[in-house]
């Protein structure tokens, strides 16, 4: 069957002193194939009858041959005996294996897998298949096709970059980058947070400013309540120094303003309006002892 391999097994060859080697001769399109071994394999790569001729040798150097045809066919290229999602003749045209689940294989690495490439028309061995410098993988993930190399000077986002530098500098080719910064809102929140604090700054100069003039006045109040409420109180506990006047008579108003005596009203007023002046009483005073005199010498001269 074409794209399988023919395994040439030799049919039991026997010798009285012992074969020892076996060669097999496979014609080719006039090219002659020579493989050796008891049991050897061969991959047909075109449909066709082909010619093995298998020779025998024994330890004594005698030899025998065997000559036969193989037939090769074409398979149904749409036939998937090993039921991997992939037809016969496209494993094939590929190299891959008809006889072997390989459909989730990626053997280009280039982010399909081989059924993602059966499905999409991609080569699965070649990471670009349309050349234009992207991997079919992210083409196809990115809504691009990587069977047209037109595409790779694309701008589906219309951010004024192609698909080919989105691809080199990471970015997405459907996520427009002008729009991704415009949503940038990090500076605007820096500058209001900015604001604020300025403005908490502001307030709290204002406040300890105003806190220290209410405590000024405050304590302006304060004095002045203080001067008033003491003012009158020690007006009237004050007595008035009378120049000259004696200590006795200052001691015993005093103590007559603190024991609160009686009648200190307008009787008070008026004995101390009849009372005489601290000058006065001094003249009185240096009357008396001339008047004594005086009186002495009267009495003398009466005497005698």
Same mark, same amino acid.
């Given at each position: 069957?074409?794209?399988?391999?023919?395994?040439?097994?030799?049919?039991?060859?026997?010798?009285?002193?012992?074969?020892?080697?076996?060669?097999?001769? %496979?014609?080719?399109?006039?090219? @002659?194939?020579?493989?050796?071994?008891?049991?050897?394999?061969?991959?047909?790569?075109?449909?066709?009858?082909?010619?093995?001729?298998?020779?025998?040798?024994?330890?004594?150097?005698?030899?025998?041959?065997?000559?036969?045809? %193989?037939?090769?066919?074409? #398979?149904?290229?749409?036939?998937?005996?090993?039921?991997?999602?992939?037809?016969?003749?496209?494993?094939?045209?590929?190299?891959?294996?008809?006889?072997?689940?390989?459909?989730?294989?990626?053997?280009?690495?280039?982010?399909?897998?081989?059924? *993602?490439?059966?499905?999409?028309?991609?080569?699965?061995?070649n990471i670009d298949t349309d050349g234009d410098g992207m991997p079919d993988g992210w083409e196809v993930s990115?809504?691009?096709?990587?069977?047209?190399?037109?595409?790779?000077?694309?701008?589906?986002?219309?951010?004024? @970059?192609?698909?080919?530098?989105?691809?080199?500098?990471?970015?997405?080719?459907?996520? +427009?980058?002008?729009?991704?910064?415009?949503?940038?809102?990090?500076?605007? @929140?820096?500058?209001?947070?900015?604001? %604020?604090?300025?403005?908490?700054?502001?307030?709290?100069?204002? %406040?300890?400013?105003?806190?220290?003039?209410?405590?000024?006045?405050?304590?302006?109040?304060?004095?002045?309540?203080?001067?008033?409420?003491?003012? #009158?109180?020690?007006?009237?506990?004050?007595? #008035?120094?009378? #120049?000259?006047?004696?200590?006795?008579?200052?001691?015993?108003?005093?103590?007559?303003?603190?024991?609160?005596?009686?009648?200190?009203?307008?009787?008070?007023?008026?004995?101390?309006?009849?009372?005489? +002046?601290?000058?006065?009483?001094?003249?009185?005073?240096?009357?008396?002892? *001339?008047?004594?005199?005086?009186?002495?010498?009267?009495?003398?001269?009466?005497?005698?």
């Amino acid at each position: 069957m074409l794209g399988e391999y023919a395994v040439l097994r030799d049919n039991g060859s026997v010798d009285n002193v012992g074969i020892v080697e076996y060669t097999w001769k %496979i014609d080719v399109d006039g090219t @002659i194939v020579t493989l050796t071994g008891p049991v050897v394999t061969y991959l047909f790569g075109d449909p066709g009858n082909y010619t093995v001729t298998e020779i025998v040798k024994d330890a004594e150097g005698q030899s025998n041959e065997t000559t036969f045809i %193989i037939h090769v066919m074409v #398979p149904d290229p749409e036939s998937d005996d090993d039921e991997d999602g992939l037809p016969y003749g496209w494993e094939i045209r590929y190299g891959l294996n008809p006889e072997v689940d390989d459909g989730n294989l990626d053997y280009d690495h280039d982010g399909l897998s081989n059924r *993602e490439e059966y499905m999409k028309g991609t080569d699965p061995t070649n990471i670009d298949t349309d050349g234009d410098g992207m991997p079919d993988g992210w083409e196809v993930s990115n809504g691009l096709n990587p069977l047209d190399s037109s595409d790779a000077q694309s701008d589906t986002d219309k951010d004024d @970059i192609p698909a080919i530098d989105e691809f080199r500098r990471g970015t997405s080719p459907q996520v +427009s980058d002008k729009v991704e910064k415009e949503k940038d809102y990090t500076p605007v @929140i820096v500058g209001v947070l900015l604001i %604020i604090l300025i403005l908490l700054l502001l307030v709290w100069i204002y %406040i300890e400013r105003s806190g220290r003039r209410l405590r000024h006045i405050d304590e302006k109040l304060q004095n002045l309540e203080r001067e008033i409420e003491r003012g #009158p109180a020690e007006e009237e506990k004050e007595t #008035p120094e009378v #120049p000259g006047a004696v200590e006795g008579e200052v001691e015993e108003t005093k103590e007559a303003e603190e024991a609160g005596v009686e009648g200190a009203g307008e009787e008070g007023v008026e004995e101390e309006e009849k009372k005489p +002046s601290p000058e006065e009483e001094i003249e009185e005073t240096e009357k008396i002892p *001339e008047e004594k005199g005086e009186g002495e010498k009267g009495e003398e001269e009466e005497k005698e």
